[in-house]
């Protein structure tokens, strides 16, 4: 409770993925985060359950992760993009020409969300949001694999190319989901 005010999670479905962007956009609500996050820190204290425990620990240990809180930043409005276009599409009655615009738009708002420029004002929102809850804002690097000596050639470098935490997340995952959602909607809707 906020300030006096209930607010309640949407439940998640098997079947229907658009209450996952609908419980993503409230857990970016002002406090609603924060009183989820004390809510399972409050059940980690109470609990008699051993099971219960242990599930609000592994919990709490992901939710209090700054990669946790830029994966919510930077999917809840891909999502939220894609539910407003999925509702649509969904209706009874639909103009088929507009549900191809309406896809069209969507893949180019997706194409606007996957630069630089949207990924950095992820990364300051995540960090404000990190920040209210008192998260560290360090993305944790992997660590490095050593390359075994029978495989490693000495006549070339078989580093790679090393990213820190917060690029490694703007390419594997943002960048990465970007990418597959505009090309299934390609590959599915604008043939």
Same mark, same amino acid.
């Given at each position: 409770m ?5 607010h309640?999670?949407k439940?998640?479905s098997?079947t229907?993925w ?10 970016r609500?002002h406090?609603?985060?924060? /009183? /989820? ?5 409050h ?5 008699s359950?051993? !099971? ?21 930043c930077a999917?809840?409005p891909v999502?939220?993009?894609? !539910? =407003? +276009?999925?509702?649509?599409l ?12 309406l *896809?069209? $738009?969507?893949?180019?708002?997706l194409?606007?969300?996957?630069? &630089?420029?949207?990924?950095?004002? +992820?990364?300051?929102? /995540?960090?404000?949001m $990190? =920040?209210?809850l ?20 000495? &006549?070339r470098?078989?580093?790679? *190319?090393?990213?820190?935490g ?10 990465n =989901?970007?990418?597959?959602i /505009? ?9």
């Amino acid at each position: 409770m906020i300030s006096g005010t209930k607010h309640h999670l949407k439940g998640l479905s098997d079947t229907r993925w658009n209450c996952r962007s609908v419980s993503l956009q409230r857990l970016r609500e002002h406090g609603v985060l924060k /009183a /989820a996050v004390e809510t399972i820190e409050h059940v980690c204290d109470i609990t008699s359950d051993g !099971n219960a425990r242990g599930t609000a620990v592994g919990l709490l240990s992901s939710v209090r992760k700054f990669e946790f809180i830029i994966c919510l930043c930077a999917l809840s409005p891909v999502l939220s993009l894609l !539910n =407003t +276009v999925s509702e649509y599409l969904q209706q009874v009655h639909i103009d088929l020409l507009e549900g191809h615009g309406l *896809i069209s $738009a969507l893949k180019k708002e997706l194409a606007t969300l996957r630069t &630089d420029g949207k990924w950095d004002e +992820v990364l300051a929102t /995540a960090t404000e949001m $990190a =920040t209210e809850l008192d998260i560290d804002t360090v993305v944790q690097e992997e660590r490095k694999k050593k390359v075994p000596r029978r495989i490693d050639d000495s &006549d070339r470098n078989t580093e790679g *190319i090393h990213m820190d935490g917060c690029s490694k997340l703007k390419v594997d995952m943002y960048y990465n =989901t970007l990418d597959r959602i /505009a090309t299934q909607l390609t590959q599915r809707f604008l043939r």
